[in-house]
């Protein structure tokens, strides 16, 4: 057996009891403004008749995609309905919600300043690297300690594991812009800060959509995990279910689960693809208007 063994896990576990102590107050603050977050999307998803959230999401599904989705969407919602899962179907998604939107909004600039940036990008792939590959439970052990037990803790395990996606999508859009479009924008005197505006993310934004569609899909994945530590919702029936093996709890959990992550995944898809056929068609317009286009001139 080997005499020397190097404390990291030690050194990990004081570090968090140091954060504990010194910085209480600041997980205080982040954990009530989480929590009301979720409550406030919580209560506007559960507050109306089950059959009006239907109606909404089949509407946004019909708009993004058509009827075929509205009415897949609308029918899943009623097996949801049918199977008992509602209430817990909506803390779900409001937690998915509400960890997602809070991810992509870092996830967006944190990707921006990687690709705007050689040093930055260095810095931050080996961290994205470490959140996606450490074991989604990890998580939930400092998040526990420094949140409390409750939905918080899960919307903080969910928010660090499914950032990574839109970090990587909104650099690699970024990066993959063509050259000679931001060097046009430089040549007329723009800034730095206006082409990203009006040129990068414009034209980044199907990769940075597509970002926000795994960030969205990795919080779903989360939700079970979530459930472990009180969050509630579908998790919280899908562990219960494990803990007094039964069959027909977990089976009608976990296909609520996969009916909320269809219908999200569809919808988000289909507004990425709306928007790269947004981008593909200017560079048509322009390929139609170009001189080599056009008649020649009579001669005189």
């Known amino acids: 057996m080997n005499e020397f063994r190097l404390p990291l896990g030690q ?3 004081d570090f968090i009891d140091v954060l504990t102590e010194v910085l209480d107050g600041f997980f205080a603050v982040v954990r009530a403004i989480f929590l009301g977050f979720y409550d406030g999307v919580d209560w ?14 089949a509407a946004l599904a019909w708009w993004a995609r ?10 899943g919602l009623l097996v949801i309905v049918g199977v008992d899962q509602w209430e817990n179907a909506m803390d779900t998604l409001a937690l998915v919600l509400v960890a997602s939107t809070i991810a992509v909004v870092i996830a967006i600039p944190v990707g921006i300043l990687a ?3 050689d040093l930055a990008s260095k810095i931050i792939k080996p961290i994205l690297d470490f959140m996606q590959t450490m074991p989604a439970f990890v998580y ?3 998040a526990l300690i420094l949140f409390r037990v409750g939905v918080v803790p899960g919307i903080v395990a969910t928010i660090v594991f499914a950032m990574a996606p839109g970090v990587r999508l909104t650099e690699l859009g970024i990066r993959g812009v063509d050259k000679e479009v931001v060097e046009a924008g430089q040549a007329f005197g723009s800034s730095p800060g206006r082409i990203l505006r009006q040129i990068q993310l414009p034209l980044a934004m199907p990769s940075i959509m597509a970002g926000v569609n795994q960030v969205i899909m990795l919080s779903l994945s989360m939700v079970v995990i979530a459930g472990m530590v009180g969050a509630g919702g579908l998790g919280g029936d899908v562990v219960a279910s494990l803990n007094r093996i039964d069959v ?33 068609k200017p560079k048509a317009d322009a390929s139609e208007a170009s001189p080599a286009s056009e008649p020649a001139p009579a001669a005189a």
Do not use: C
């Open 140 to 142: 939930l052990i400092p």
């Open 11 to 13: 050194w990990v576990e």
């Open 115 to 117: 690709a705007r940036s």
């Open 248 to 280: 027909a709890l977990g089976f009608e959990a976990g296909l609520s689960v996969v009916i909320l992550a269809v219908i999200l995944d569809r919808i988000t898809g289909a507004f990425g693809g709306g928007l790269r056929k947004r981008a593909k």
């Open 66 to 75: 058509g009827w075929k989705l509205a009415v897949g969407s609308a029918l």
């Open 44 to 57: 506007v998803l559960s507050t109306p008749p089950f059959w009006l959230i239907i109606v909404l999401i």
